[in-house]
């Protein structure tokens, strides 16, 4: 009924019928019989007529509200009735009812089968409800039977099985409760063995159970136990992390990890190891120190524990110095070894644990270990820098804690070799260039080398002033690699290594320091081994015993008794020798020697090297110093420019001990050239120390600045160069000269090594020091021998000979003037004086040249002043003086082999200027500034005589004086 209803409700306007009071629900909604419906089809429809009848009815008629049709309709009637209207009204709602009734037909005939389907549908319910009250009947039914048949025994048997299944569970939780409470005594054994990851698993379990019976009241004060056990685990782990710090174990340290990594705190680990590292560090250097200043102080009463490691360092002893560096470098390696090898294991277990990757377990834990493995890698990159920082730190303090510039070379340069052994390590180590440590070096190496330096320069003038200037007899194959100075030079090796560590460092140009020690060992116990075994072939300054070569350095020779045995045996067979292995650096080849004419004195020392004690000292102390560069780059300019003040100071003695004469020097014939004037000038500003003022006088920079200078050496009184038997010193001359010129040749052989050491910025410093002053030692050859050539032979005795010739004969004579004779024999008797000495000292082919040069040129030139004081002369008086000229020269050539004649062309073109007109006289005097004022002025007069005007002579003695003028 509800249906019909609402769809009334949803299909049209609701009958009027249905709000009658007085009818009853199914009068209502009866269904109109198959009659009526047939009737309400028969009438004759309009859809839309119908339509508009019944929208044409009232809302109220379709309202849900409960009304009263009929008290409605009649208070709707006025108050005055007519029928006629009352019947219109009336007739309108019976067709709008009878419009409303046949839609209701239409509708109920629409939904018919949907009506009787649903019909069907409440039968089917109603039998459905029957079924279920009679299956609810049968239930109570059953209930009441087994509440007859059951009795209260069989339940109690229930109830007890219950209780005894509840106790059995009681008893295992008490046996596990009772477990729990002995773990600890297992924990303990767990943690003695080390075995820290079985313990923290144990713990972890104990806990996980303890929490699964914590309703009991004994468990909580369990759960504190183990609580306190696993905070007590977590600082024995930490103890046992520390200890890798120092001596890394793998399995240890594998332990240790896989702990941290069950307490799910490997972060935390790699944090407390790089604390740890830190503190190792700090612990380690000091304990080493303490030890040694406590071992120096003995049983004083201060309390050096209780100072600060940087105050500490300053108690160190000198004594005490090197061993206490070494084992602090022993120290420290332990703790970077220890370092690099936790590195190598997070790195071989990193790719184990890539490697398995297939386990949904692993796959699960990827990204959090992933994380884990980045933040420890970063961390222990990061690490590598900050643990380095921290060693440099604690070696610098230690290093400028004592002050070296009065250490001995030896153990100074071990030093060196130390912190360079360290640098390589913590280049190794990290990448690092140790620029801390360096620079440490860098100021004691600086201070120390500036007060070295100055030692050996007072020693060089010491030694200079002492050199008596005789040859130090050395083998004929001696080379300066073979002292023990130069002994780095043989051996190819990283400029950062100790020269005296290349044998036994060869292979770790292979494989690192780090993989060569990792199963033992230290690369700083082969310092003391190379200080006890190889002292003296590293480190000797002197090495008397080791060394028959150094012996001979330092050594008198005055006969051949004091001559070593193998030194006269290589004097004797020295050919023999020869043809043996590569020649050595510098020496003379045979065809050299063969080709060598009468002029080179070799005497039976054909091949001998000429240099004094003196030399061979410069020699050695350059292989000191260039030791000192190769080992430390950074002071390398600082070395080298002390390295040329060396080769300043001799080339500057041995100038003014041999060279310095100022009557020659201003002969003008340039025996000194511009560029080593300049040289000397400079050597002399810079390094010699001329003044010697009053004590406490001065200001500061002042003084300072003289300590950086020498004062200039004075000559032995031992050496005479006064005696005209021995050449003025000529042997001593030699020996000077052509040490100078031994020492550069050995400068030029050092170059290319001392070059590649130089800074780039400093280079033409070295660049310079070579070309002006290293290149200028053979120059000095000339001032020297020239002071002897000029001594040698009488000069002023020939001139007051030729001023004794008549030149103004009338006749070509056919014989020549006595002083040529009398100039060849002083000739004579130079070279035979020049033989003499040359069985003392060897006098190579360049300075006999030197010497014959320059005595032939003085005495052209005192030829041509002789013929500049003739006062008269006829044309067979100038045959003559050719005539005498040619004479001379044909004598000379028979004692020397220097070709051409040097001046020849000197003493002729003069000759010949006395055939000129005066027209060509002028020109000529142009043409010929070589000459001096009183030679030209002598020619204008002699040559021309009467044969010019007084004008003329003017004329000429005019442009005579203009030559002269730019040189007054």
Request: aromatic fraction near 8%; glycine fraction near 4%; include cysteine.
């Amino acid at each position: 009924m509800q249906k019909i209803k609402s769809l009334m409700t949803r299909q049209g306007p609701k009958s009027p019928q249905e709000n009658v009071p007085d009818r009853s629900p199914d009068e209502i909604f009866r269904i109109p019989n198959k009659e009526e419906l047939r009737e309400l089809r028969d009438q004759p429809t309009d859809p839309q007529a119908e339509q508009e009848l019944i929208n044409s009815i009232e809302e109220v008629y379709f309202s849900s509200e409960t009304l009263d049709i009929v008290k409605y309709e009649l208070e709707k009637l006025p108050p005055f009735l007519n029928l006629k209207e009352l019947e219109e009204y009336r007739d309108k709602l019976k067709q709008q009812q009878a419009a409303v009734s046949k839609k209701v037909a239409d509708l109920i005939l629409e939904k018919q089968p949907s009506y009787v389907k649903e019909l069907e549908r409440v039968t089917s319910l109603q039998s459905n409800l029957q079924l279920a009250a009679i299956i609810c009947t049968n239930g109570r039914r059953h209930l009441n039977v087994a509440k007859e048949e059951f009795t209260e025994a069989s339940l109690g048997l229930l109830a007890n099985q219950r209780k005894r299944q509840l106790l059995v569970g009681l008893l295992k939780s008490l046996r596990t409760i009772k477990t729990l409470q002995r773990t600890d005594v297992r924990l303990s054994e767990m943690l003695e063995e080390e075995d820290y990851p079985g313990a923290i698993q144990l713990c972890l379990e104990c806990q996980k159970a303890a929490s699964t019976f914590k309703h009991y009241s004994c468990i909580s004060e369990l759960n504190s136990k183990l609580q306190d056990t696993l905070e007590q685990i977590e600082e024995q782990l930490d103890v046992a992390l520390s200890k890798t710090c120092k001596h890394f174990d793998n399995g240890h340290y594998t332990k240790v990890q896989q702990a941290y990594r069950l307490l799910g705190k490997t972060q935390t680990a790699m944090d407390q190891l790089h604390m740890h590292f830190t503190q190792a560090i700090h612990n380690t250097v000091f304990q080493v120190v303490l030890g040694y200043v406590e071992l120096c102080a003995g049983n004083t009463d201060t309390k050096f524990q209780k100072m600060q490691y940087k105050d500490l360092c300053t108690h160190i002893t000198p004594d005490s110095y090197i061993p206490c560096l070494s084992d602090l470098c022993k120290a420290l390696w332990e703790v970077m070894l220890s370092y690099h090898q936790t590195m190598q294991w997070h790195e071989e277990h990193d790719n184990e644990e890539n490697a398995p990757a297939s386990d949904g377990a692993v796959v699960v834990n990827t990204d959090e270990s992933n994380f884990d493995r980045g933040y420890v890698k970063k961390k222990l990159e990061h690490g590598l820098s900050r643990i380095w920082q921290d060693v440099q730190l604690k070696v610098k303090t230690y290093l400028l804690g004592t002050d070296m510039s009065n250490f001995k070379y030896d153990d100074f340069i071990f030093v060196l070799d130390i912190i360079s052994r360290l640098m390589q390590v913590g280049e190794e180590f990290c990448g690092s260039k140790s620029e801390v440590l360096q620079e440490s070096i860098r100021k004691q190496s600086v201070n120390y080398f500036k007060n070295y330096h100055r030692t050996r320069l007072e020693e060089l003038r010491m030694f200079l002033e002492n050199e008596t200037w005789e040859l130090c007899p050395v083998k004929s194959s001696f080379s300066i690699l073979q002292l023990h100075e130069f002994k780095f030079m043989d051996q190819t090796r990283s400029p950062s290594v100790s020269p005296s560590k290349q044998s036994t460092v060869a292979a770790s140009t292979v494989t690192s320091l780090f993989e060569q020690h990792r199963d033992g060992g230290n690369p700083f116990e082969m310092q003391a081994d190379f200080k006890e075994d190889e002292t003296e072939d590293v480190l000797a300054s002197n090495g008397y015993e080791s060394d028959e070569l150094e012996k001979s350095a330092y050594q008198e020779y005055d006969s051949d008794s004091d001559v070593p045995e193998e030194l006269k045996r290589d004097y004797v067979d020295e050919k023999t020798g020869e043809g043996e292995g590569e020649a050595p650096p510098k020496s003379v080849s045979r065809e050299t020697l063969r080709s060598r004419k009468r002029s080179d004195y070799n005497l039976n020392k054909m091949n001998s090297l000429i240099l004094t004690n003196t030399t061979l000292n410069v020699v050695r102390l350059v292989g000191k110093y260039m030791q000192m560069m190769n080992i430390l780059k950074p002071i390398a300019f600082d070395v080298i420019h002390c390295v040329s003040q060396l080769f300043d100071y001799y080339l500057y003695a041995v100038y003014t001990f041999f060279g310095r004469n100022d009557a020659y020097e201003s002969t003008g014939l340039g025996l000194i050239s511009s560029r080593l004037r300049t040289t000397l000038n400079r050597i002399q500003e810079s390094l010699i120390d001329l003044e010697n003022p009053p004590e406490n006088s001065g200001t500061q920079p002042a003084v300072e600045e003289r300590k950086e200078k020498v004062p200039s050496p004075h000559l032995s009184q031992l050496v005479n160069l006064t005696s005209s038997e021995t050449l003025y010193g000529l042997a001593e001359r030699v020996v000077a000269t052509e040490s100078l010129v031994f020492l550069a040749e050995q400068f030029e052989f050092l170059q290319p090594h001392l070059d590649t050491m130089m800074p780039a910025a400093k280079k033409p410093f070295l660049q310079q020091f070579y070309s002006q002053t290293v290149s200028t030692a053979s120059e000095l050859r000339k001032p020297i021998y020239w002071i002897v050539a000029a001594k040698a032979i009488d000069y002023e005795q020939m001139l007051v000979i030729m001023a004794n010739v008549k030149w103004d004969v009338k006749e070509i004579m056919s014989q020549h003037n006595k002083y040529v004779d009398a100039l060849v024999k002083e000739f004579e008797q130079f070279n035979s004086r020049l033989n003499e000495v040359s069985k003392r000292v060897r006098i190579p082919l360049p300075v006999s040249n030197v010497l014959w040069e320059h005595c032939i040129r003085l005495a052209n030139r005192t030829i041509v002043e002789g013929f500049a004081n003739v006062k008269k002369c006829s044309n067979e008086g100038r045959a003559l003086m050719q005539l005498d000229f040619q004479q001379f020269l044909m004598k000379l050539e028979k004692l020397t082999d220097i070709r051409p004649i040097p001046d020849k062309e000197f003493v002729e073109t003069y000759i010949k200027a006395f055939y000129l007109t005066e027209n060509d006289m002028e020109r000529w005097i142009k043409d010929h500034r070589e000459y001096s004022t009183k030679q030209l002025t002598n020619l204008v007069g002699v040559c021309l005589g009467s044969h010019i005007n007084k004008k003329s002579r003017q004329k000429l003695l005019a442009a005579i004086d203009d030559i002269d003028r730019p040189k007054r």
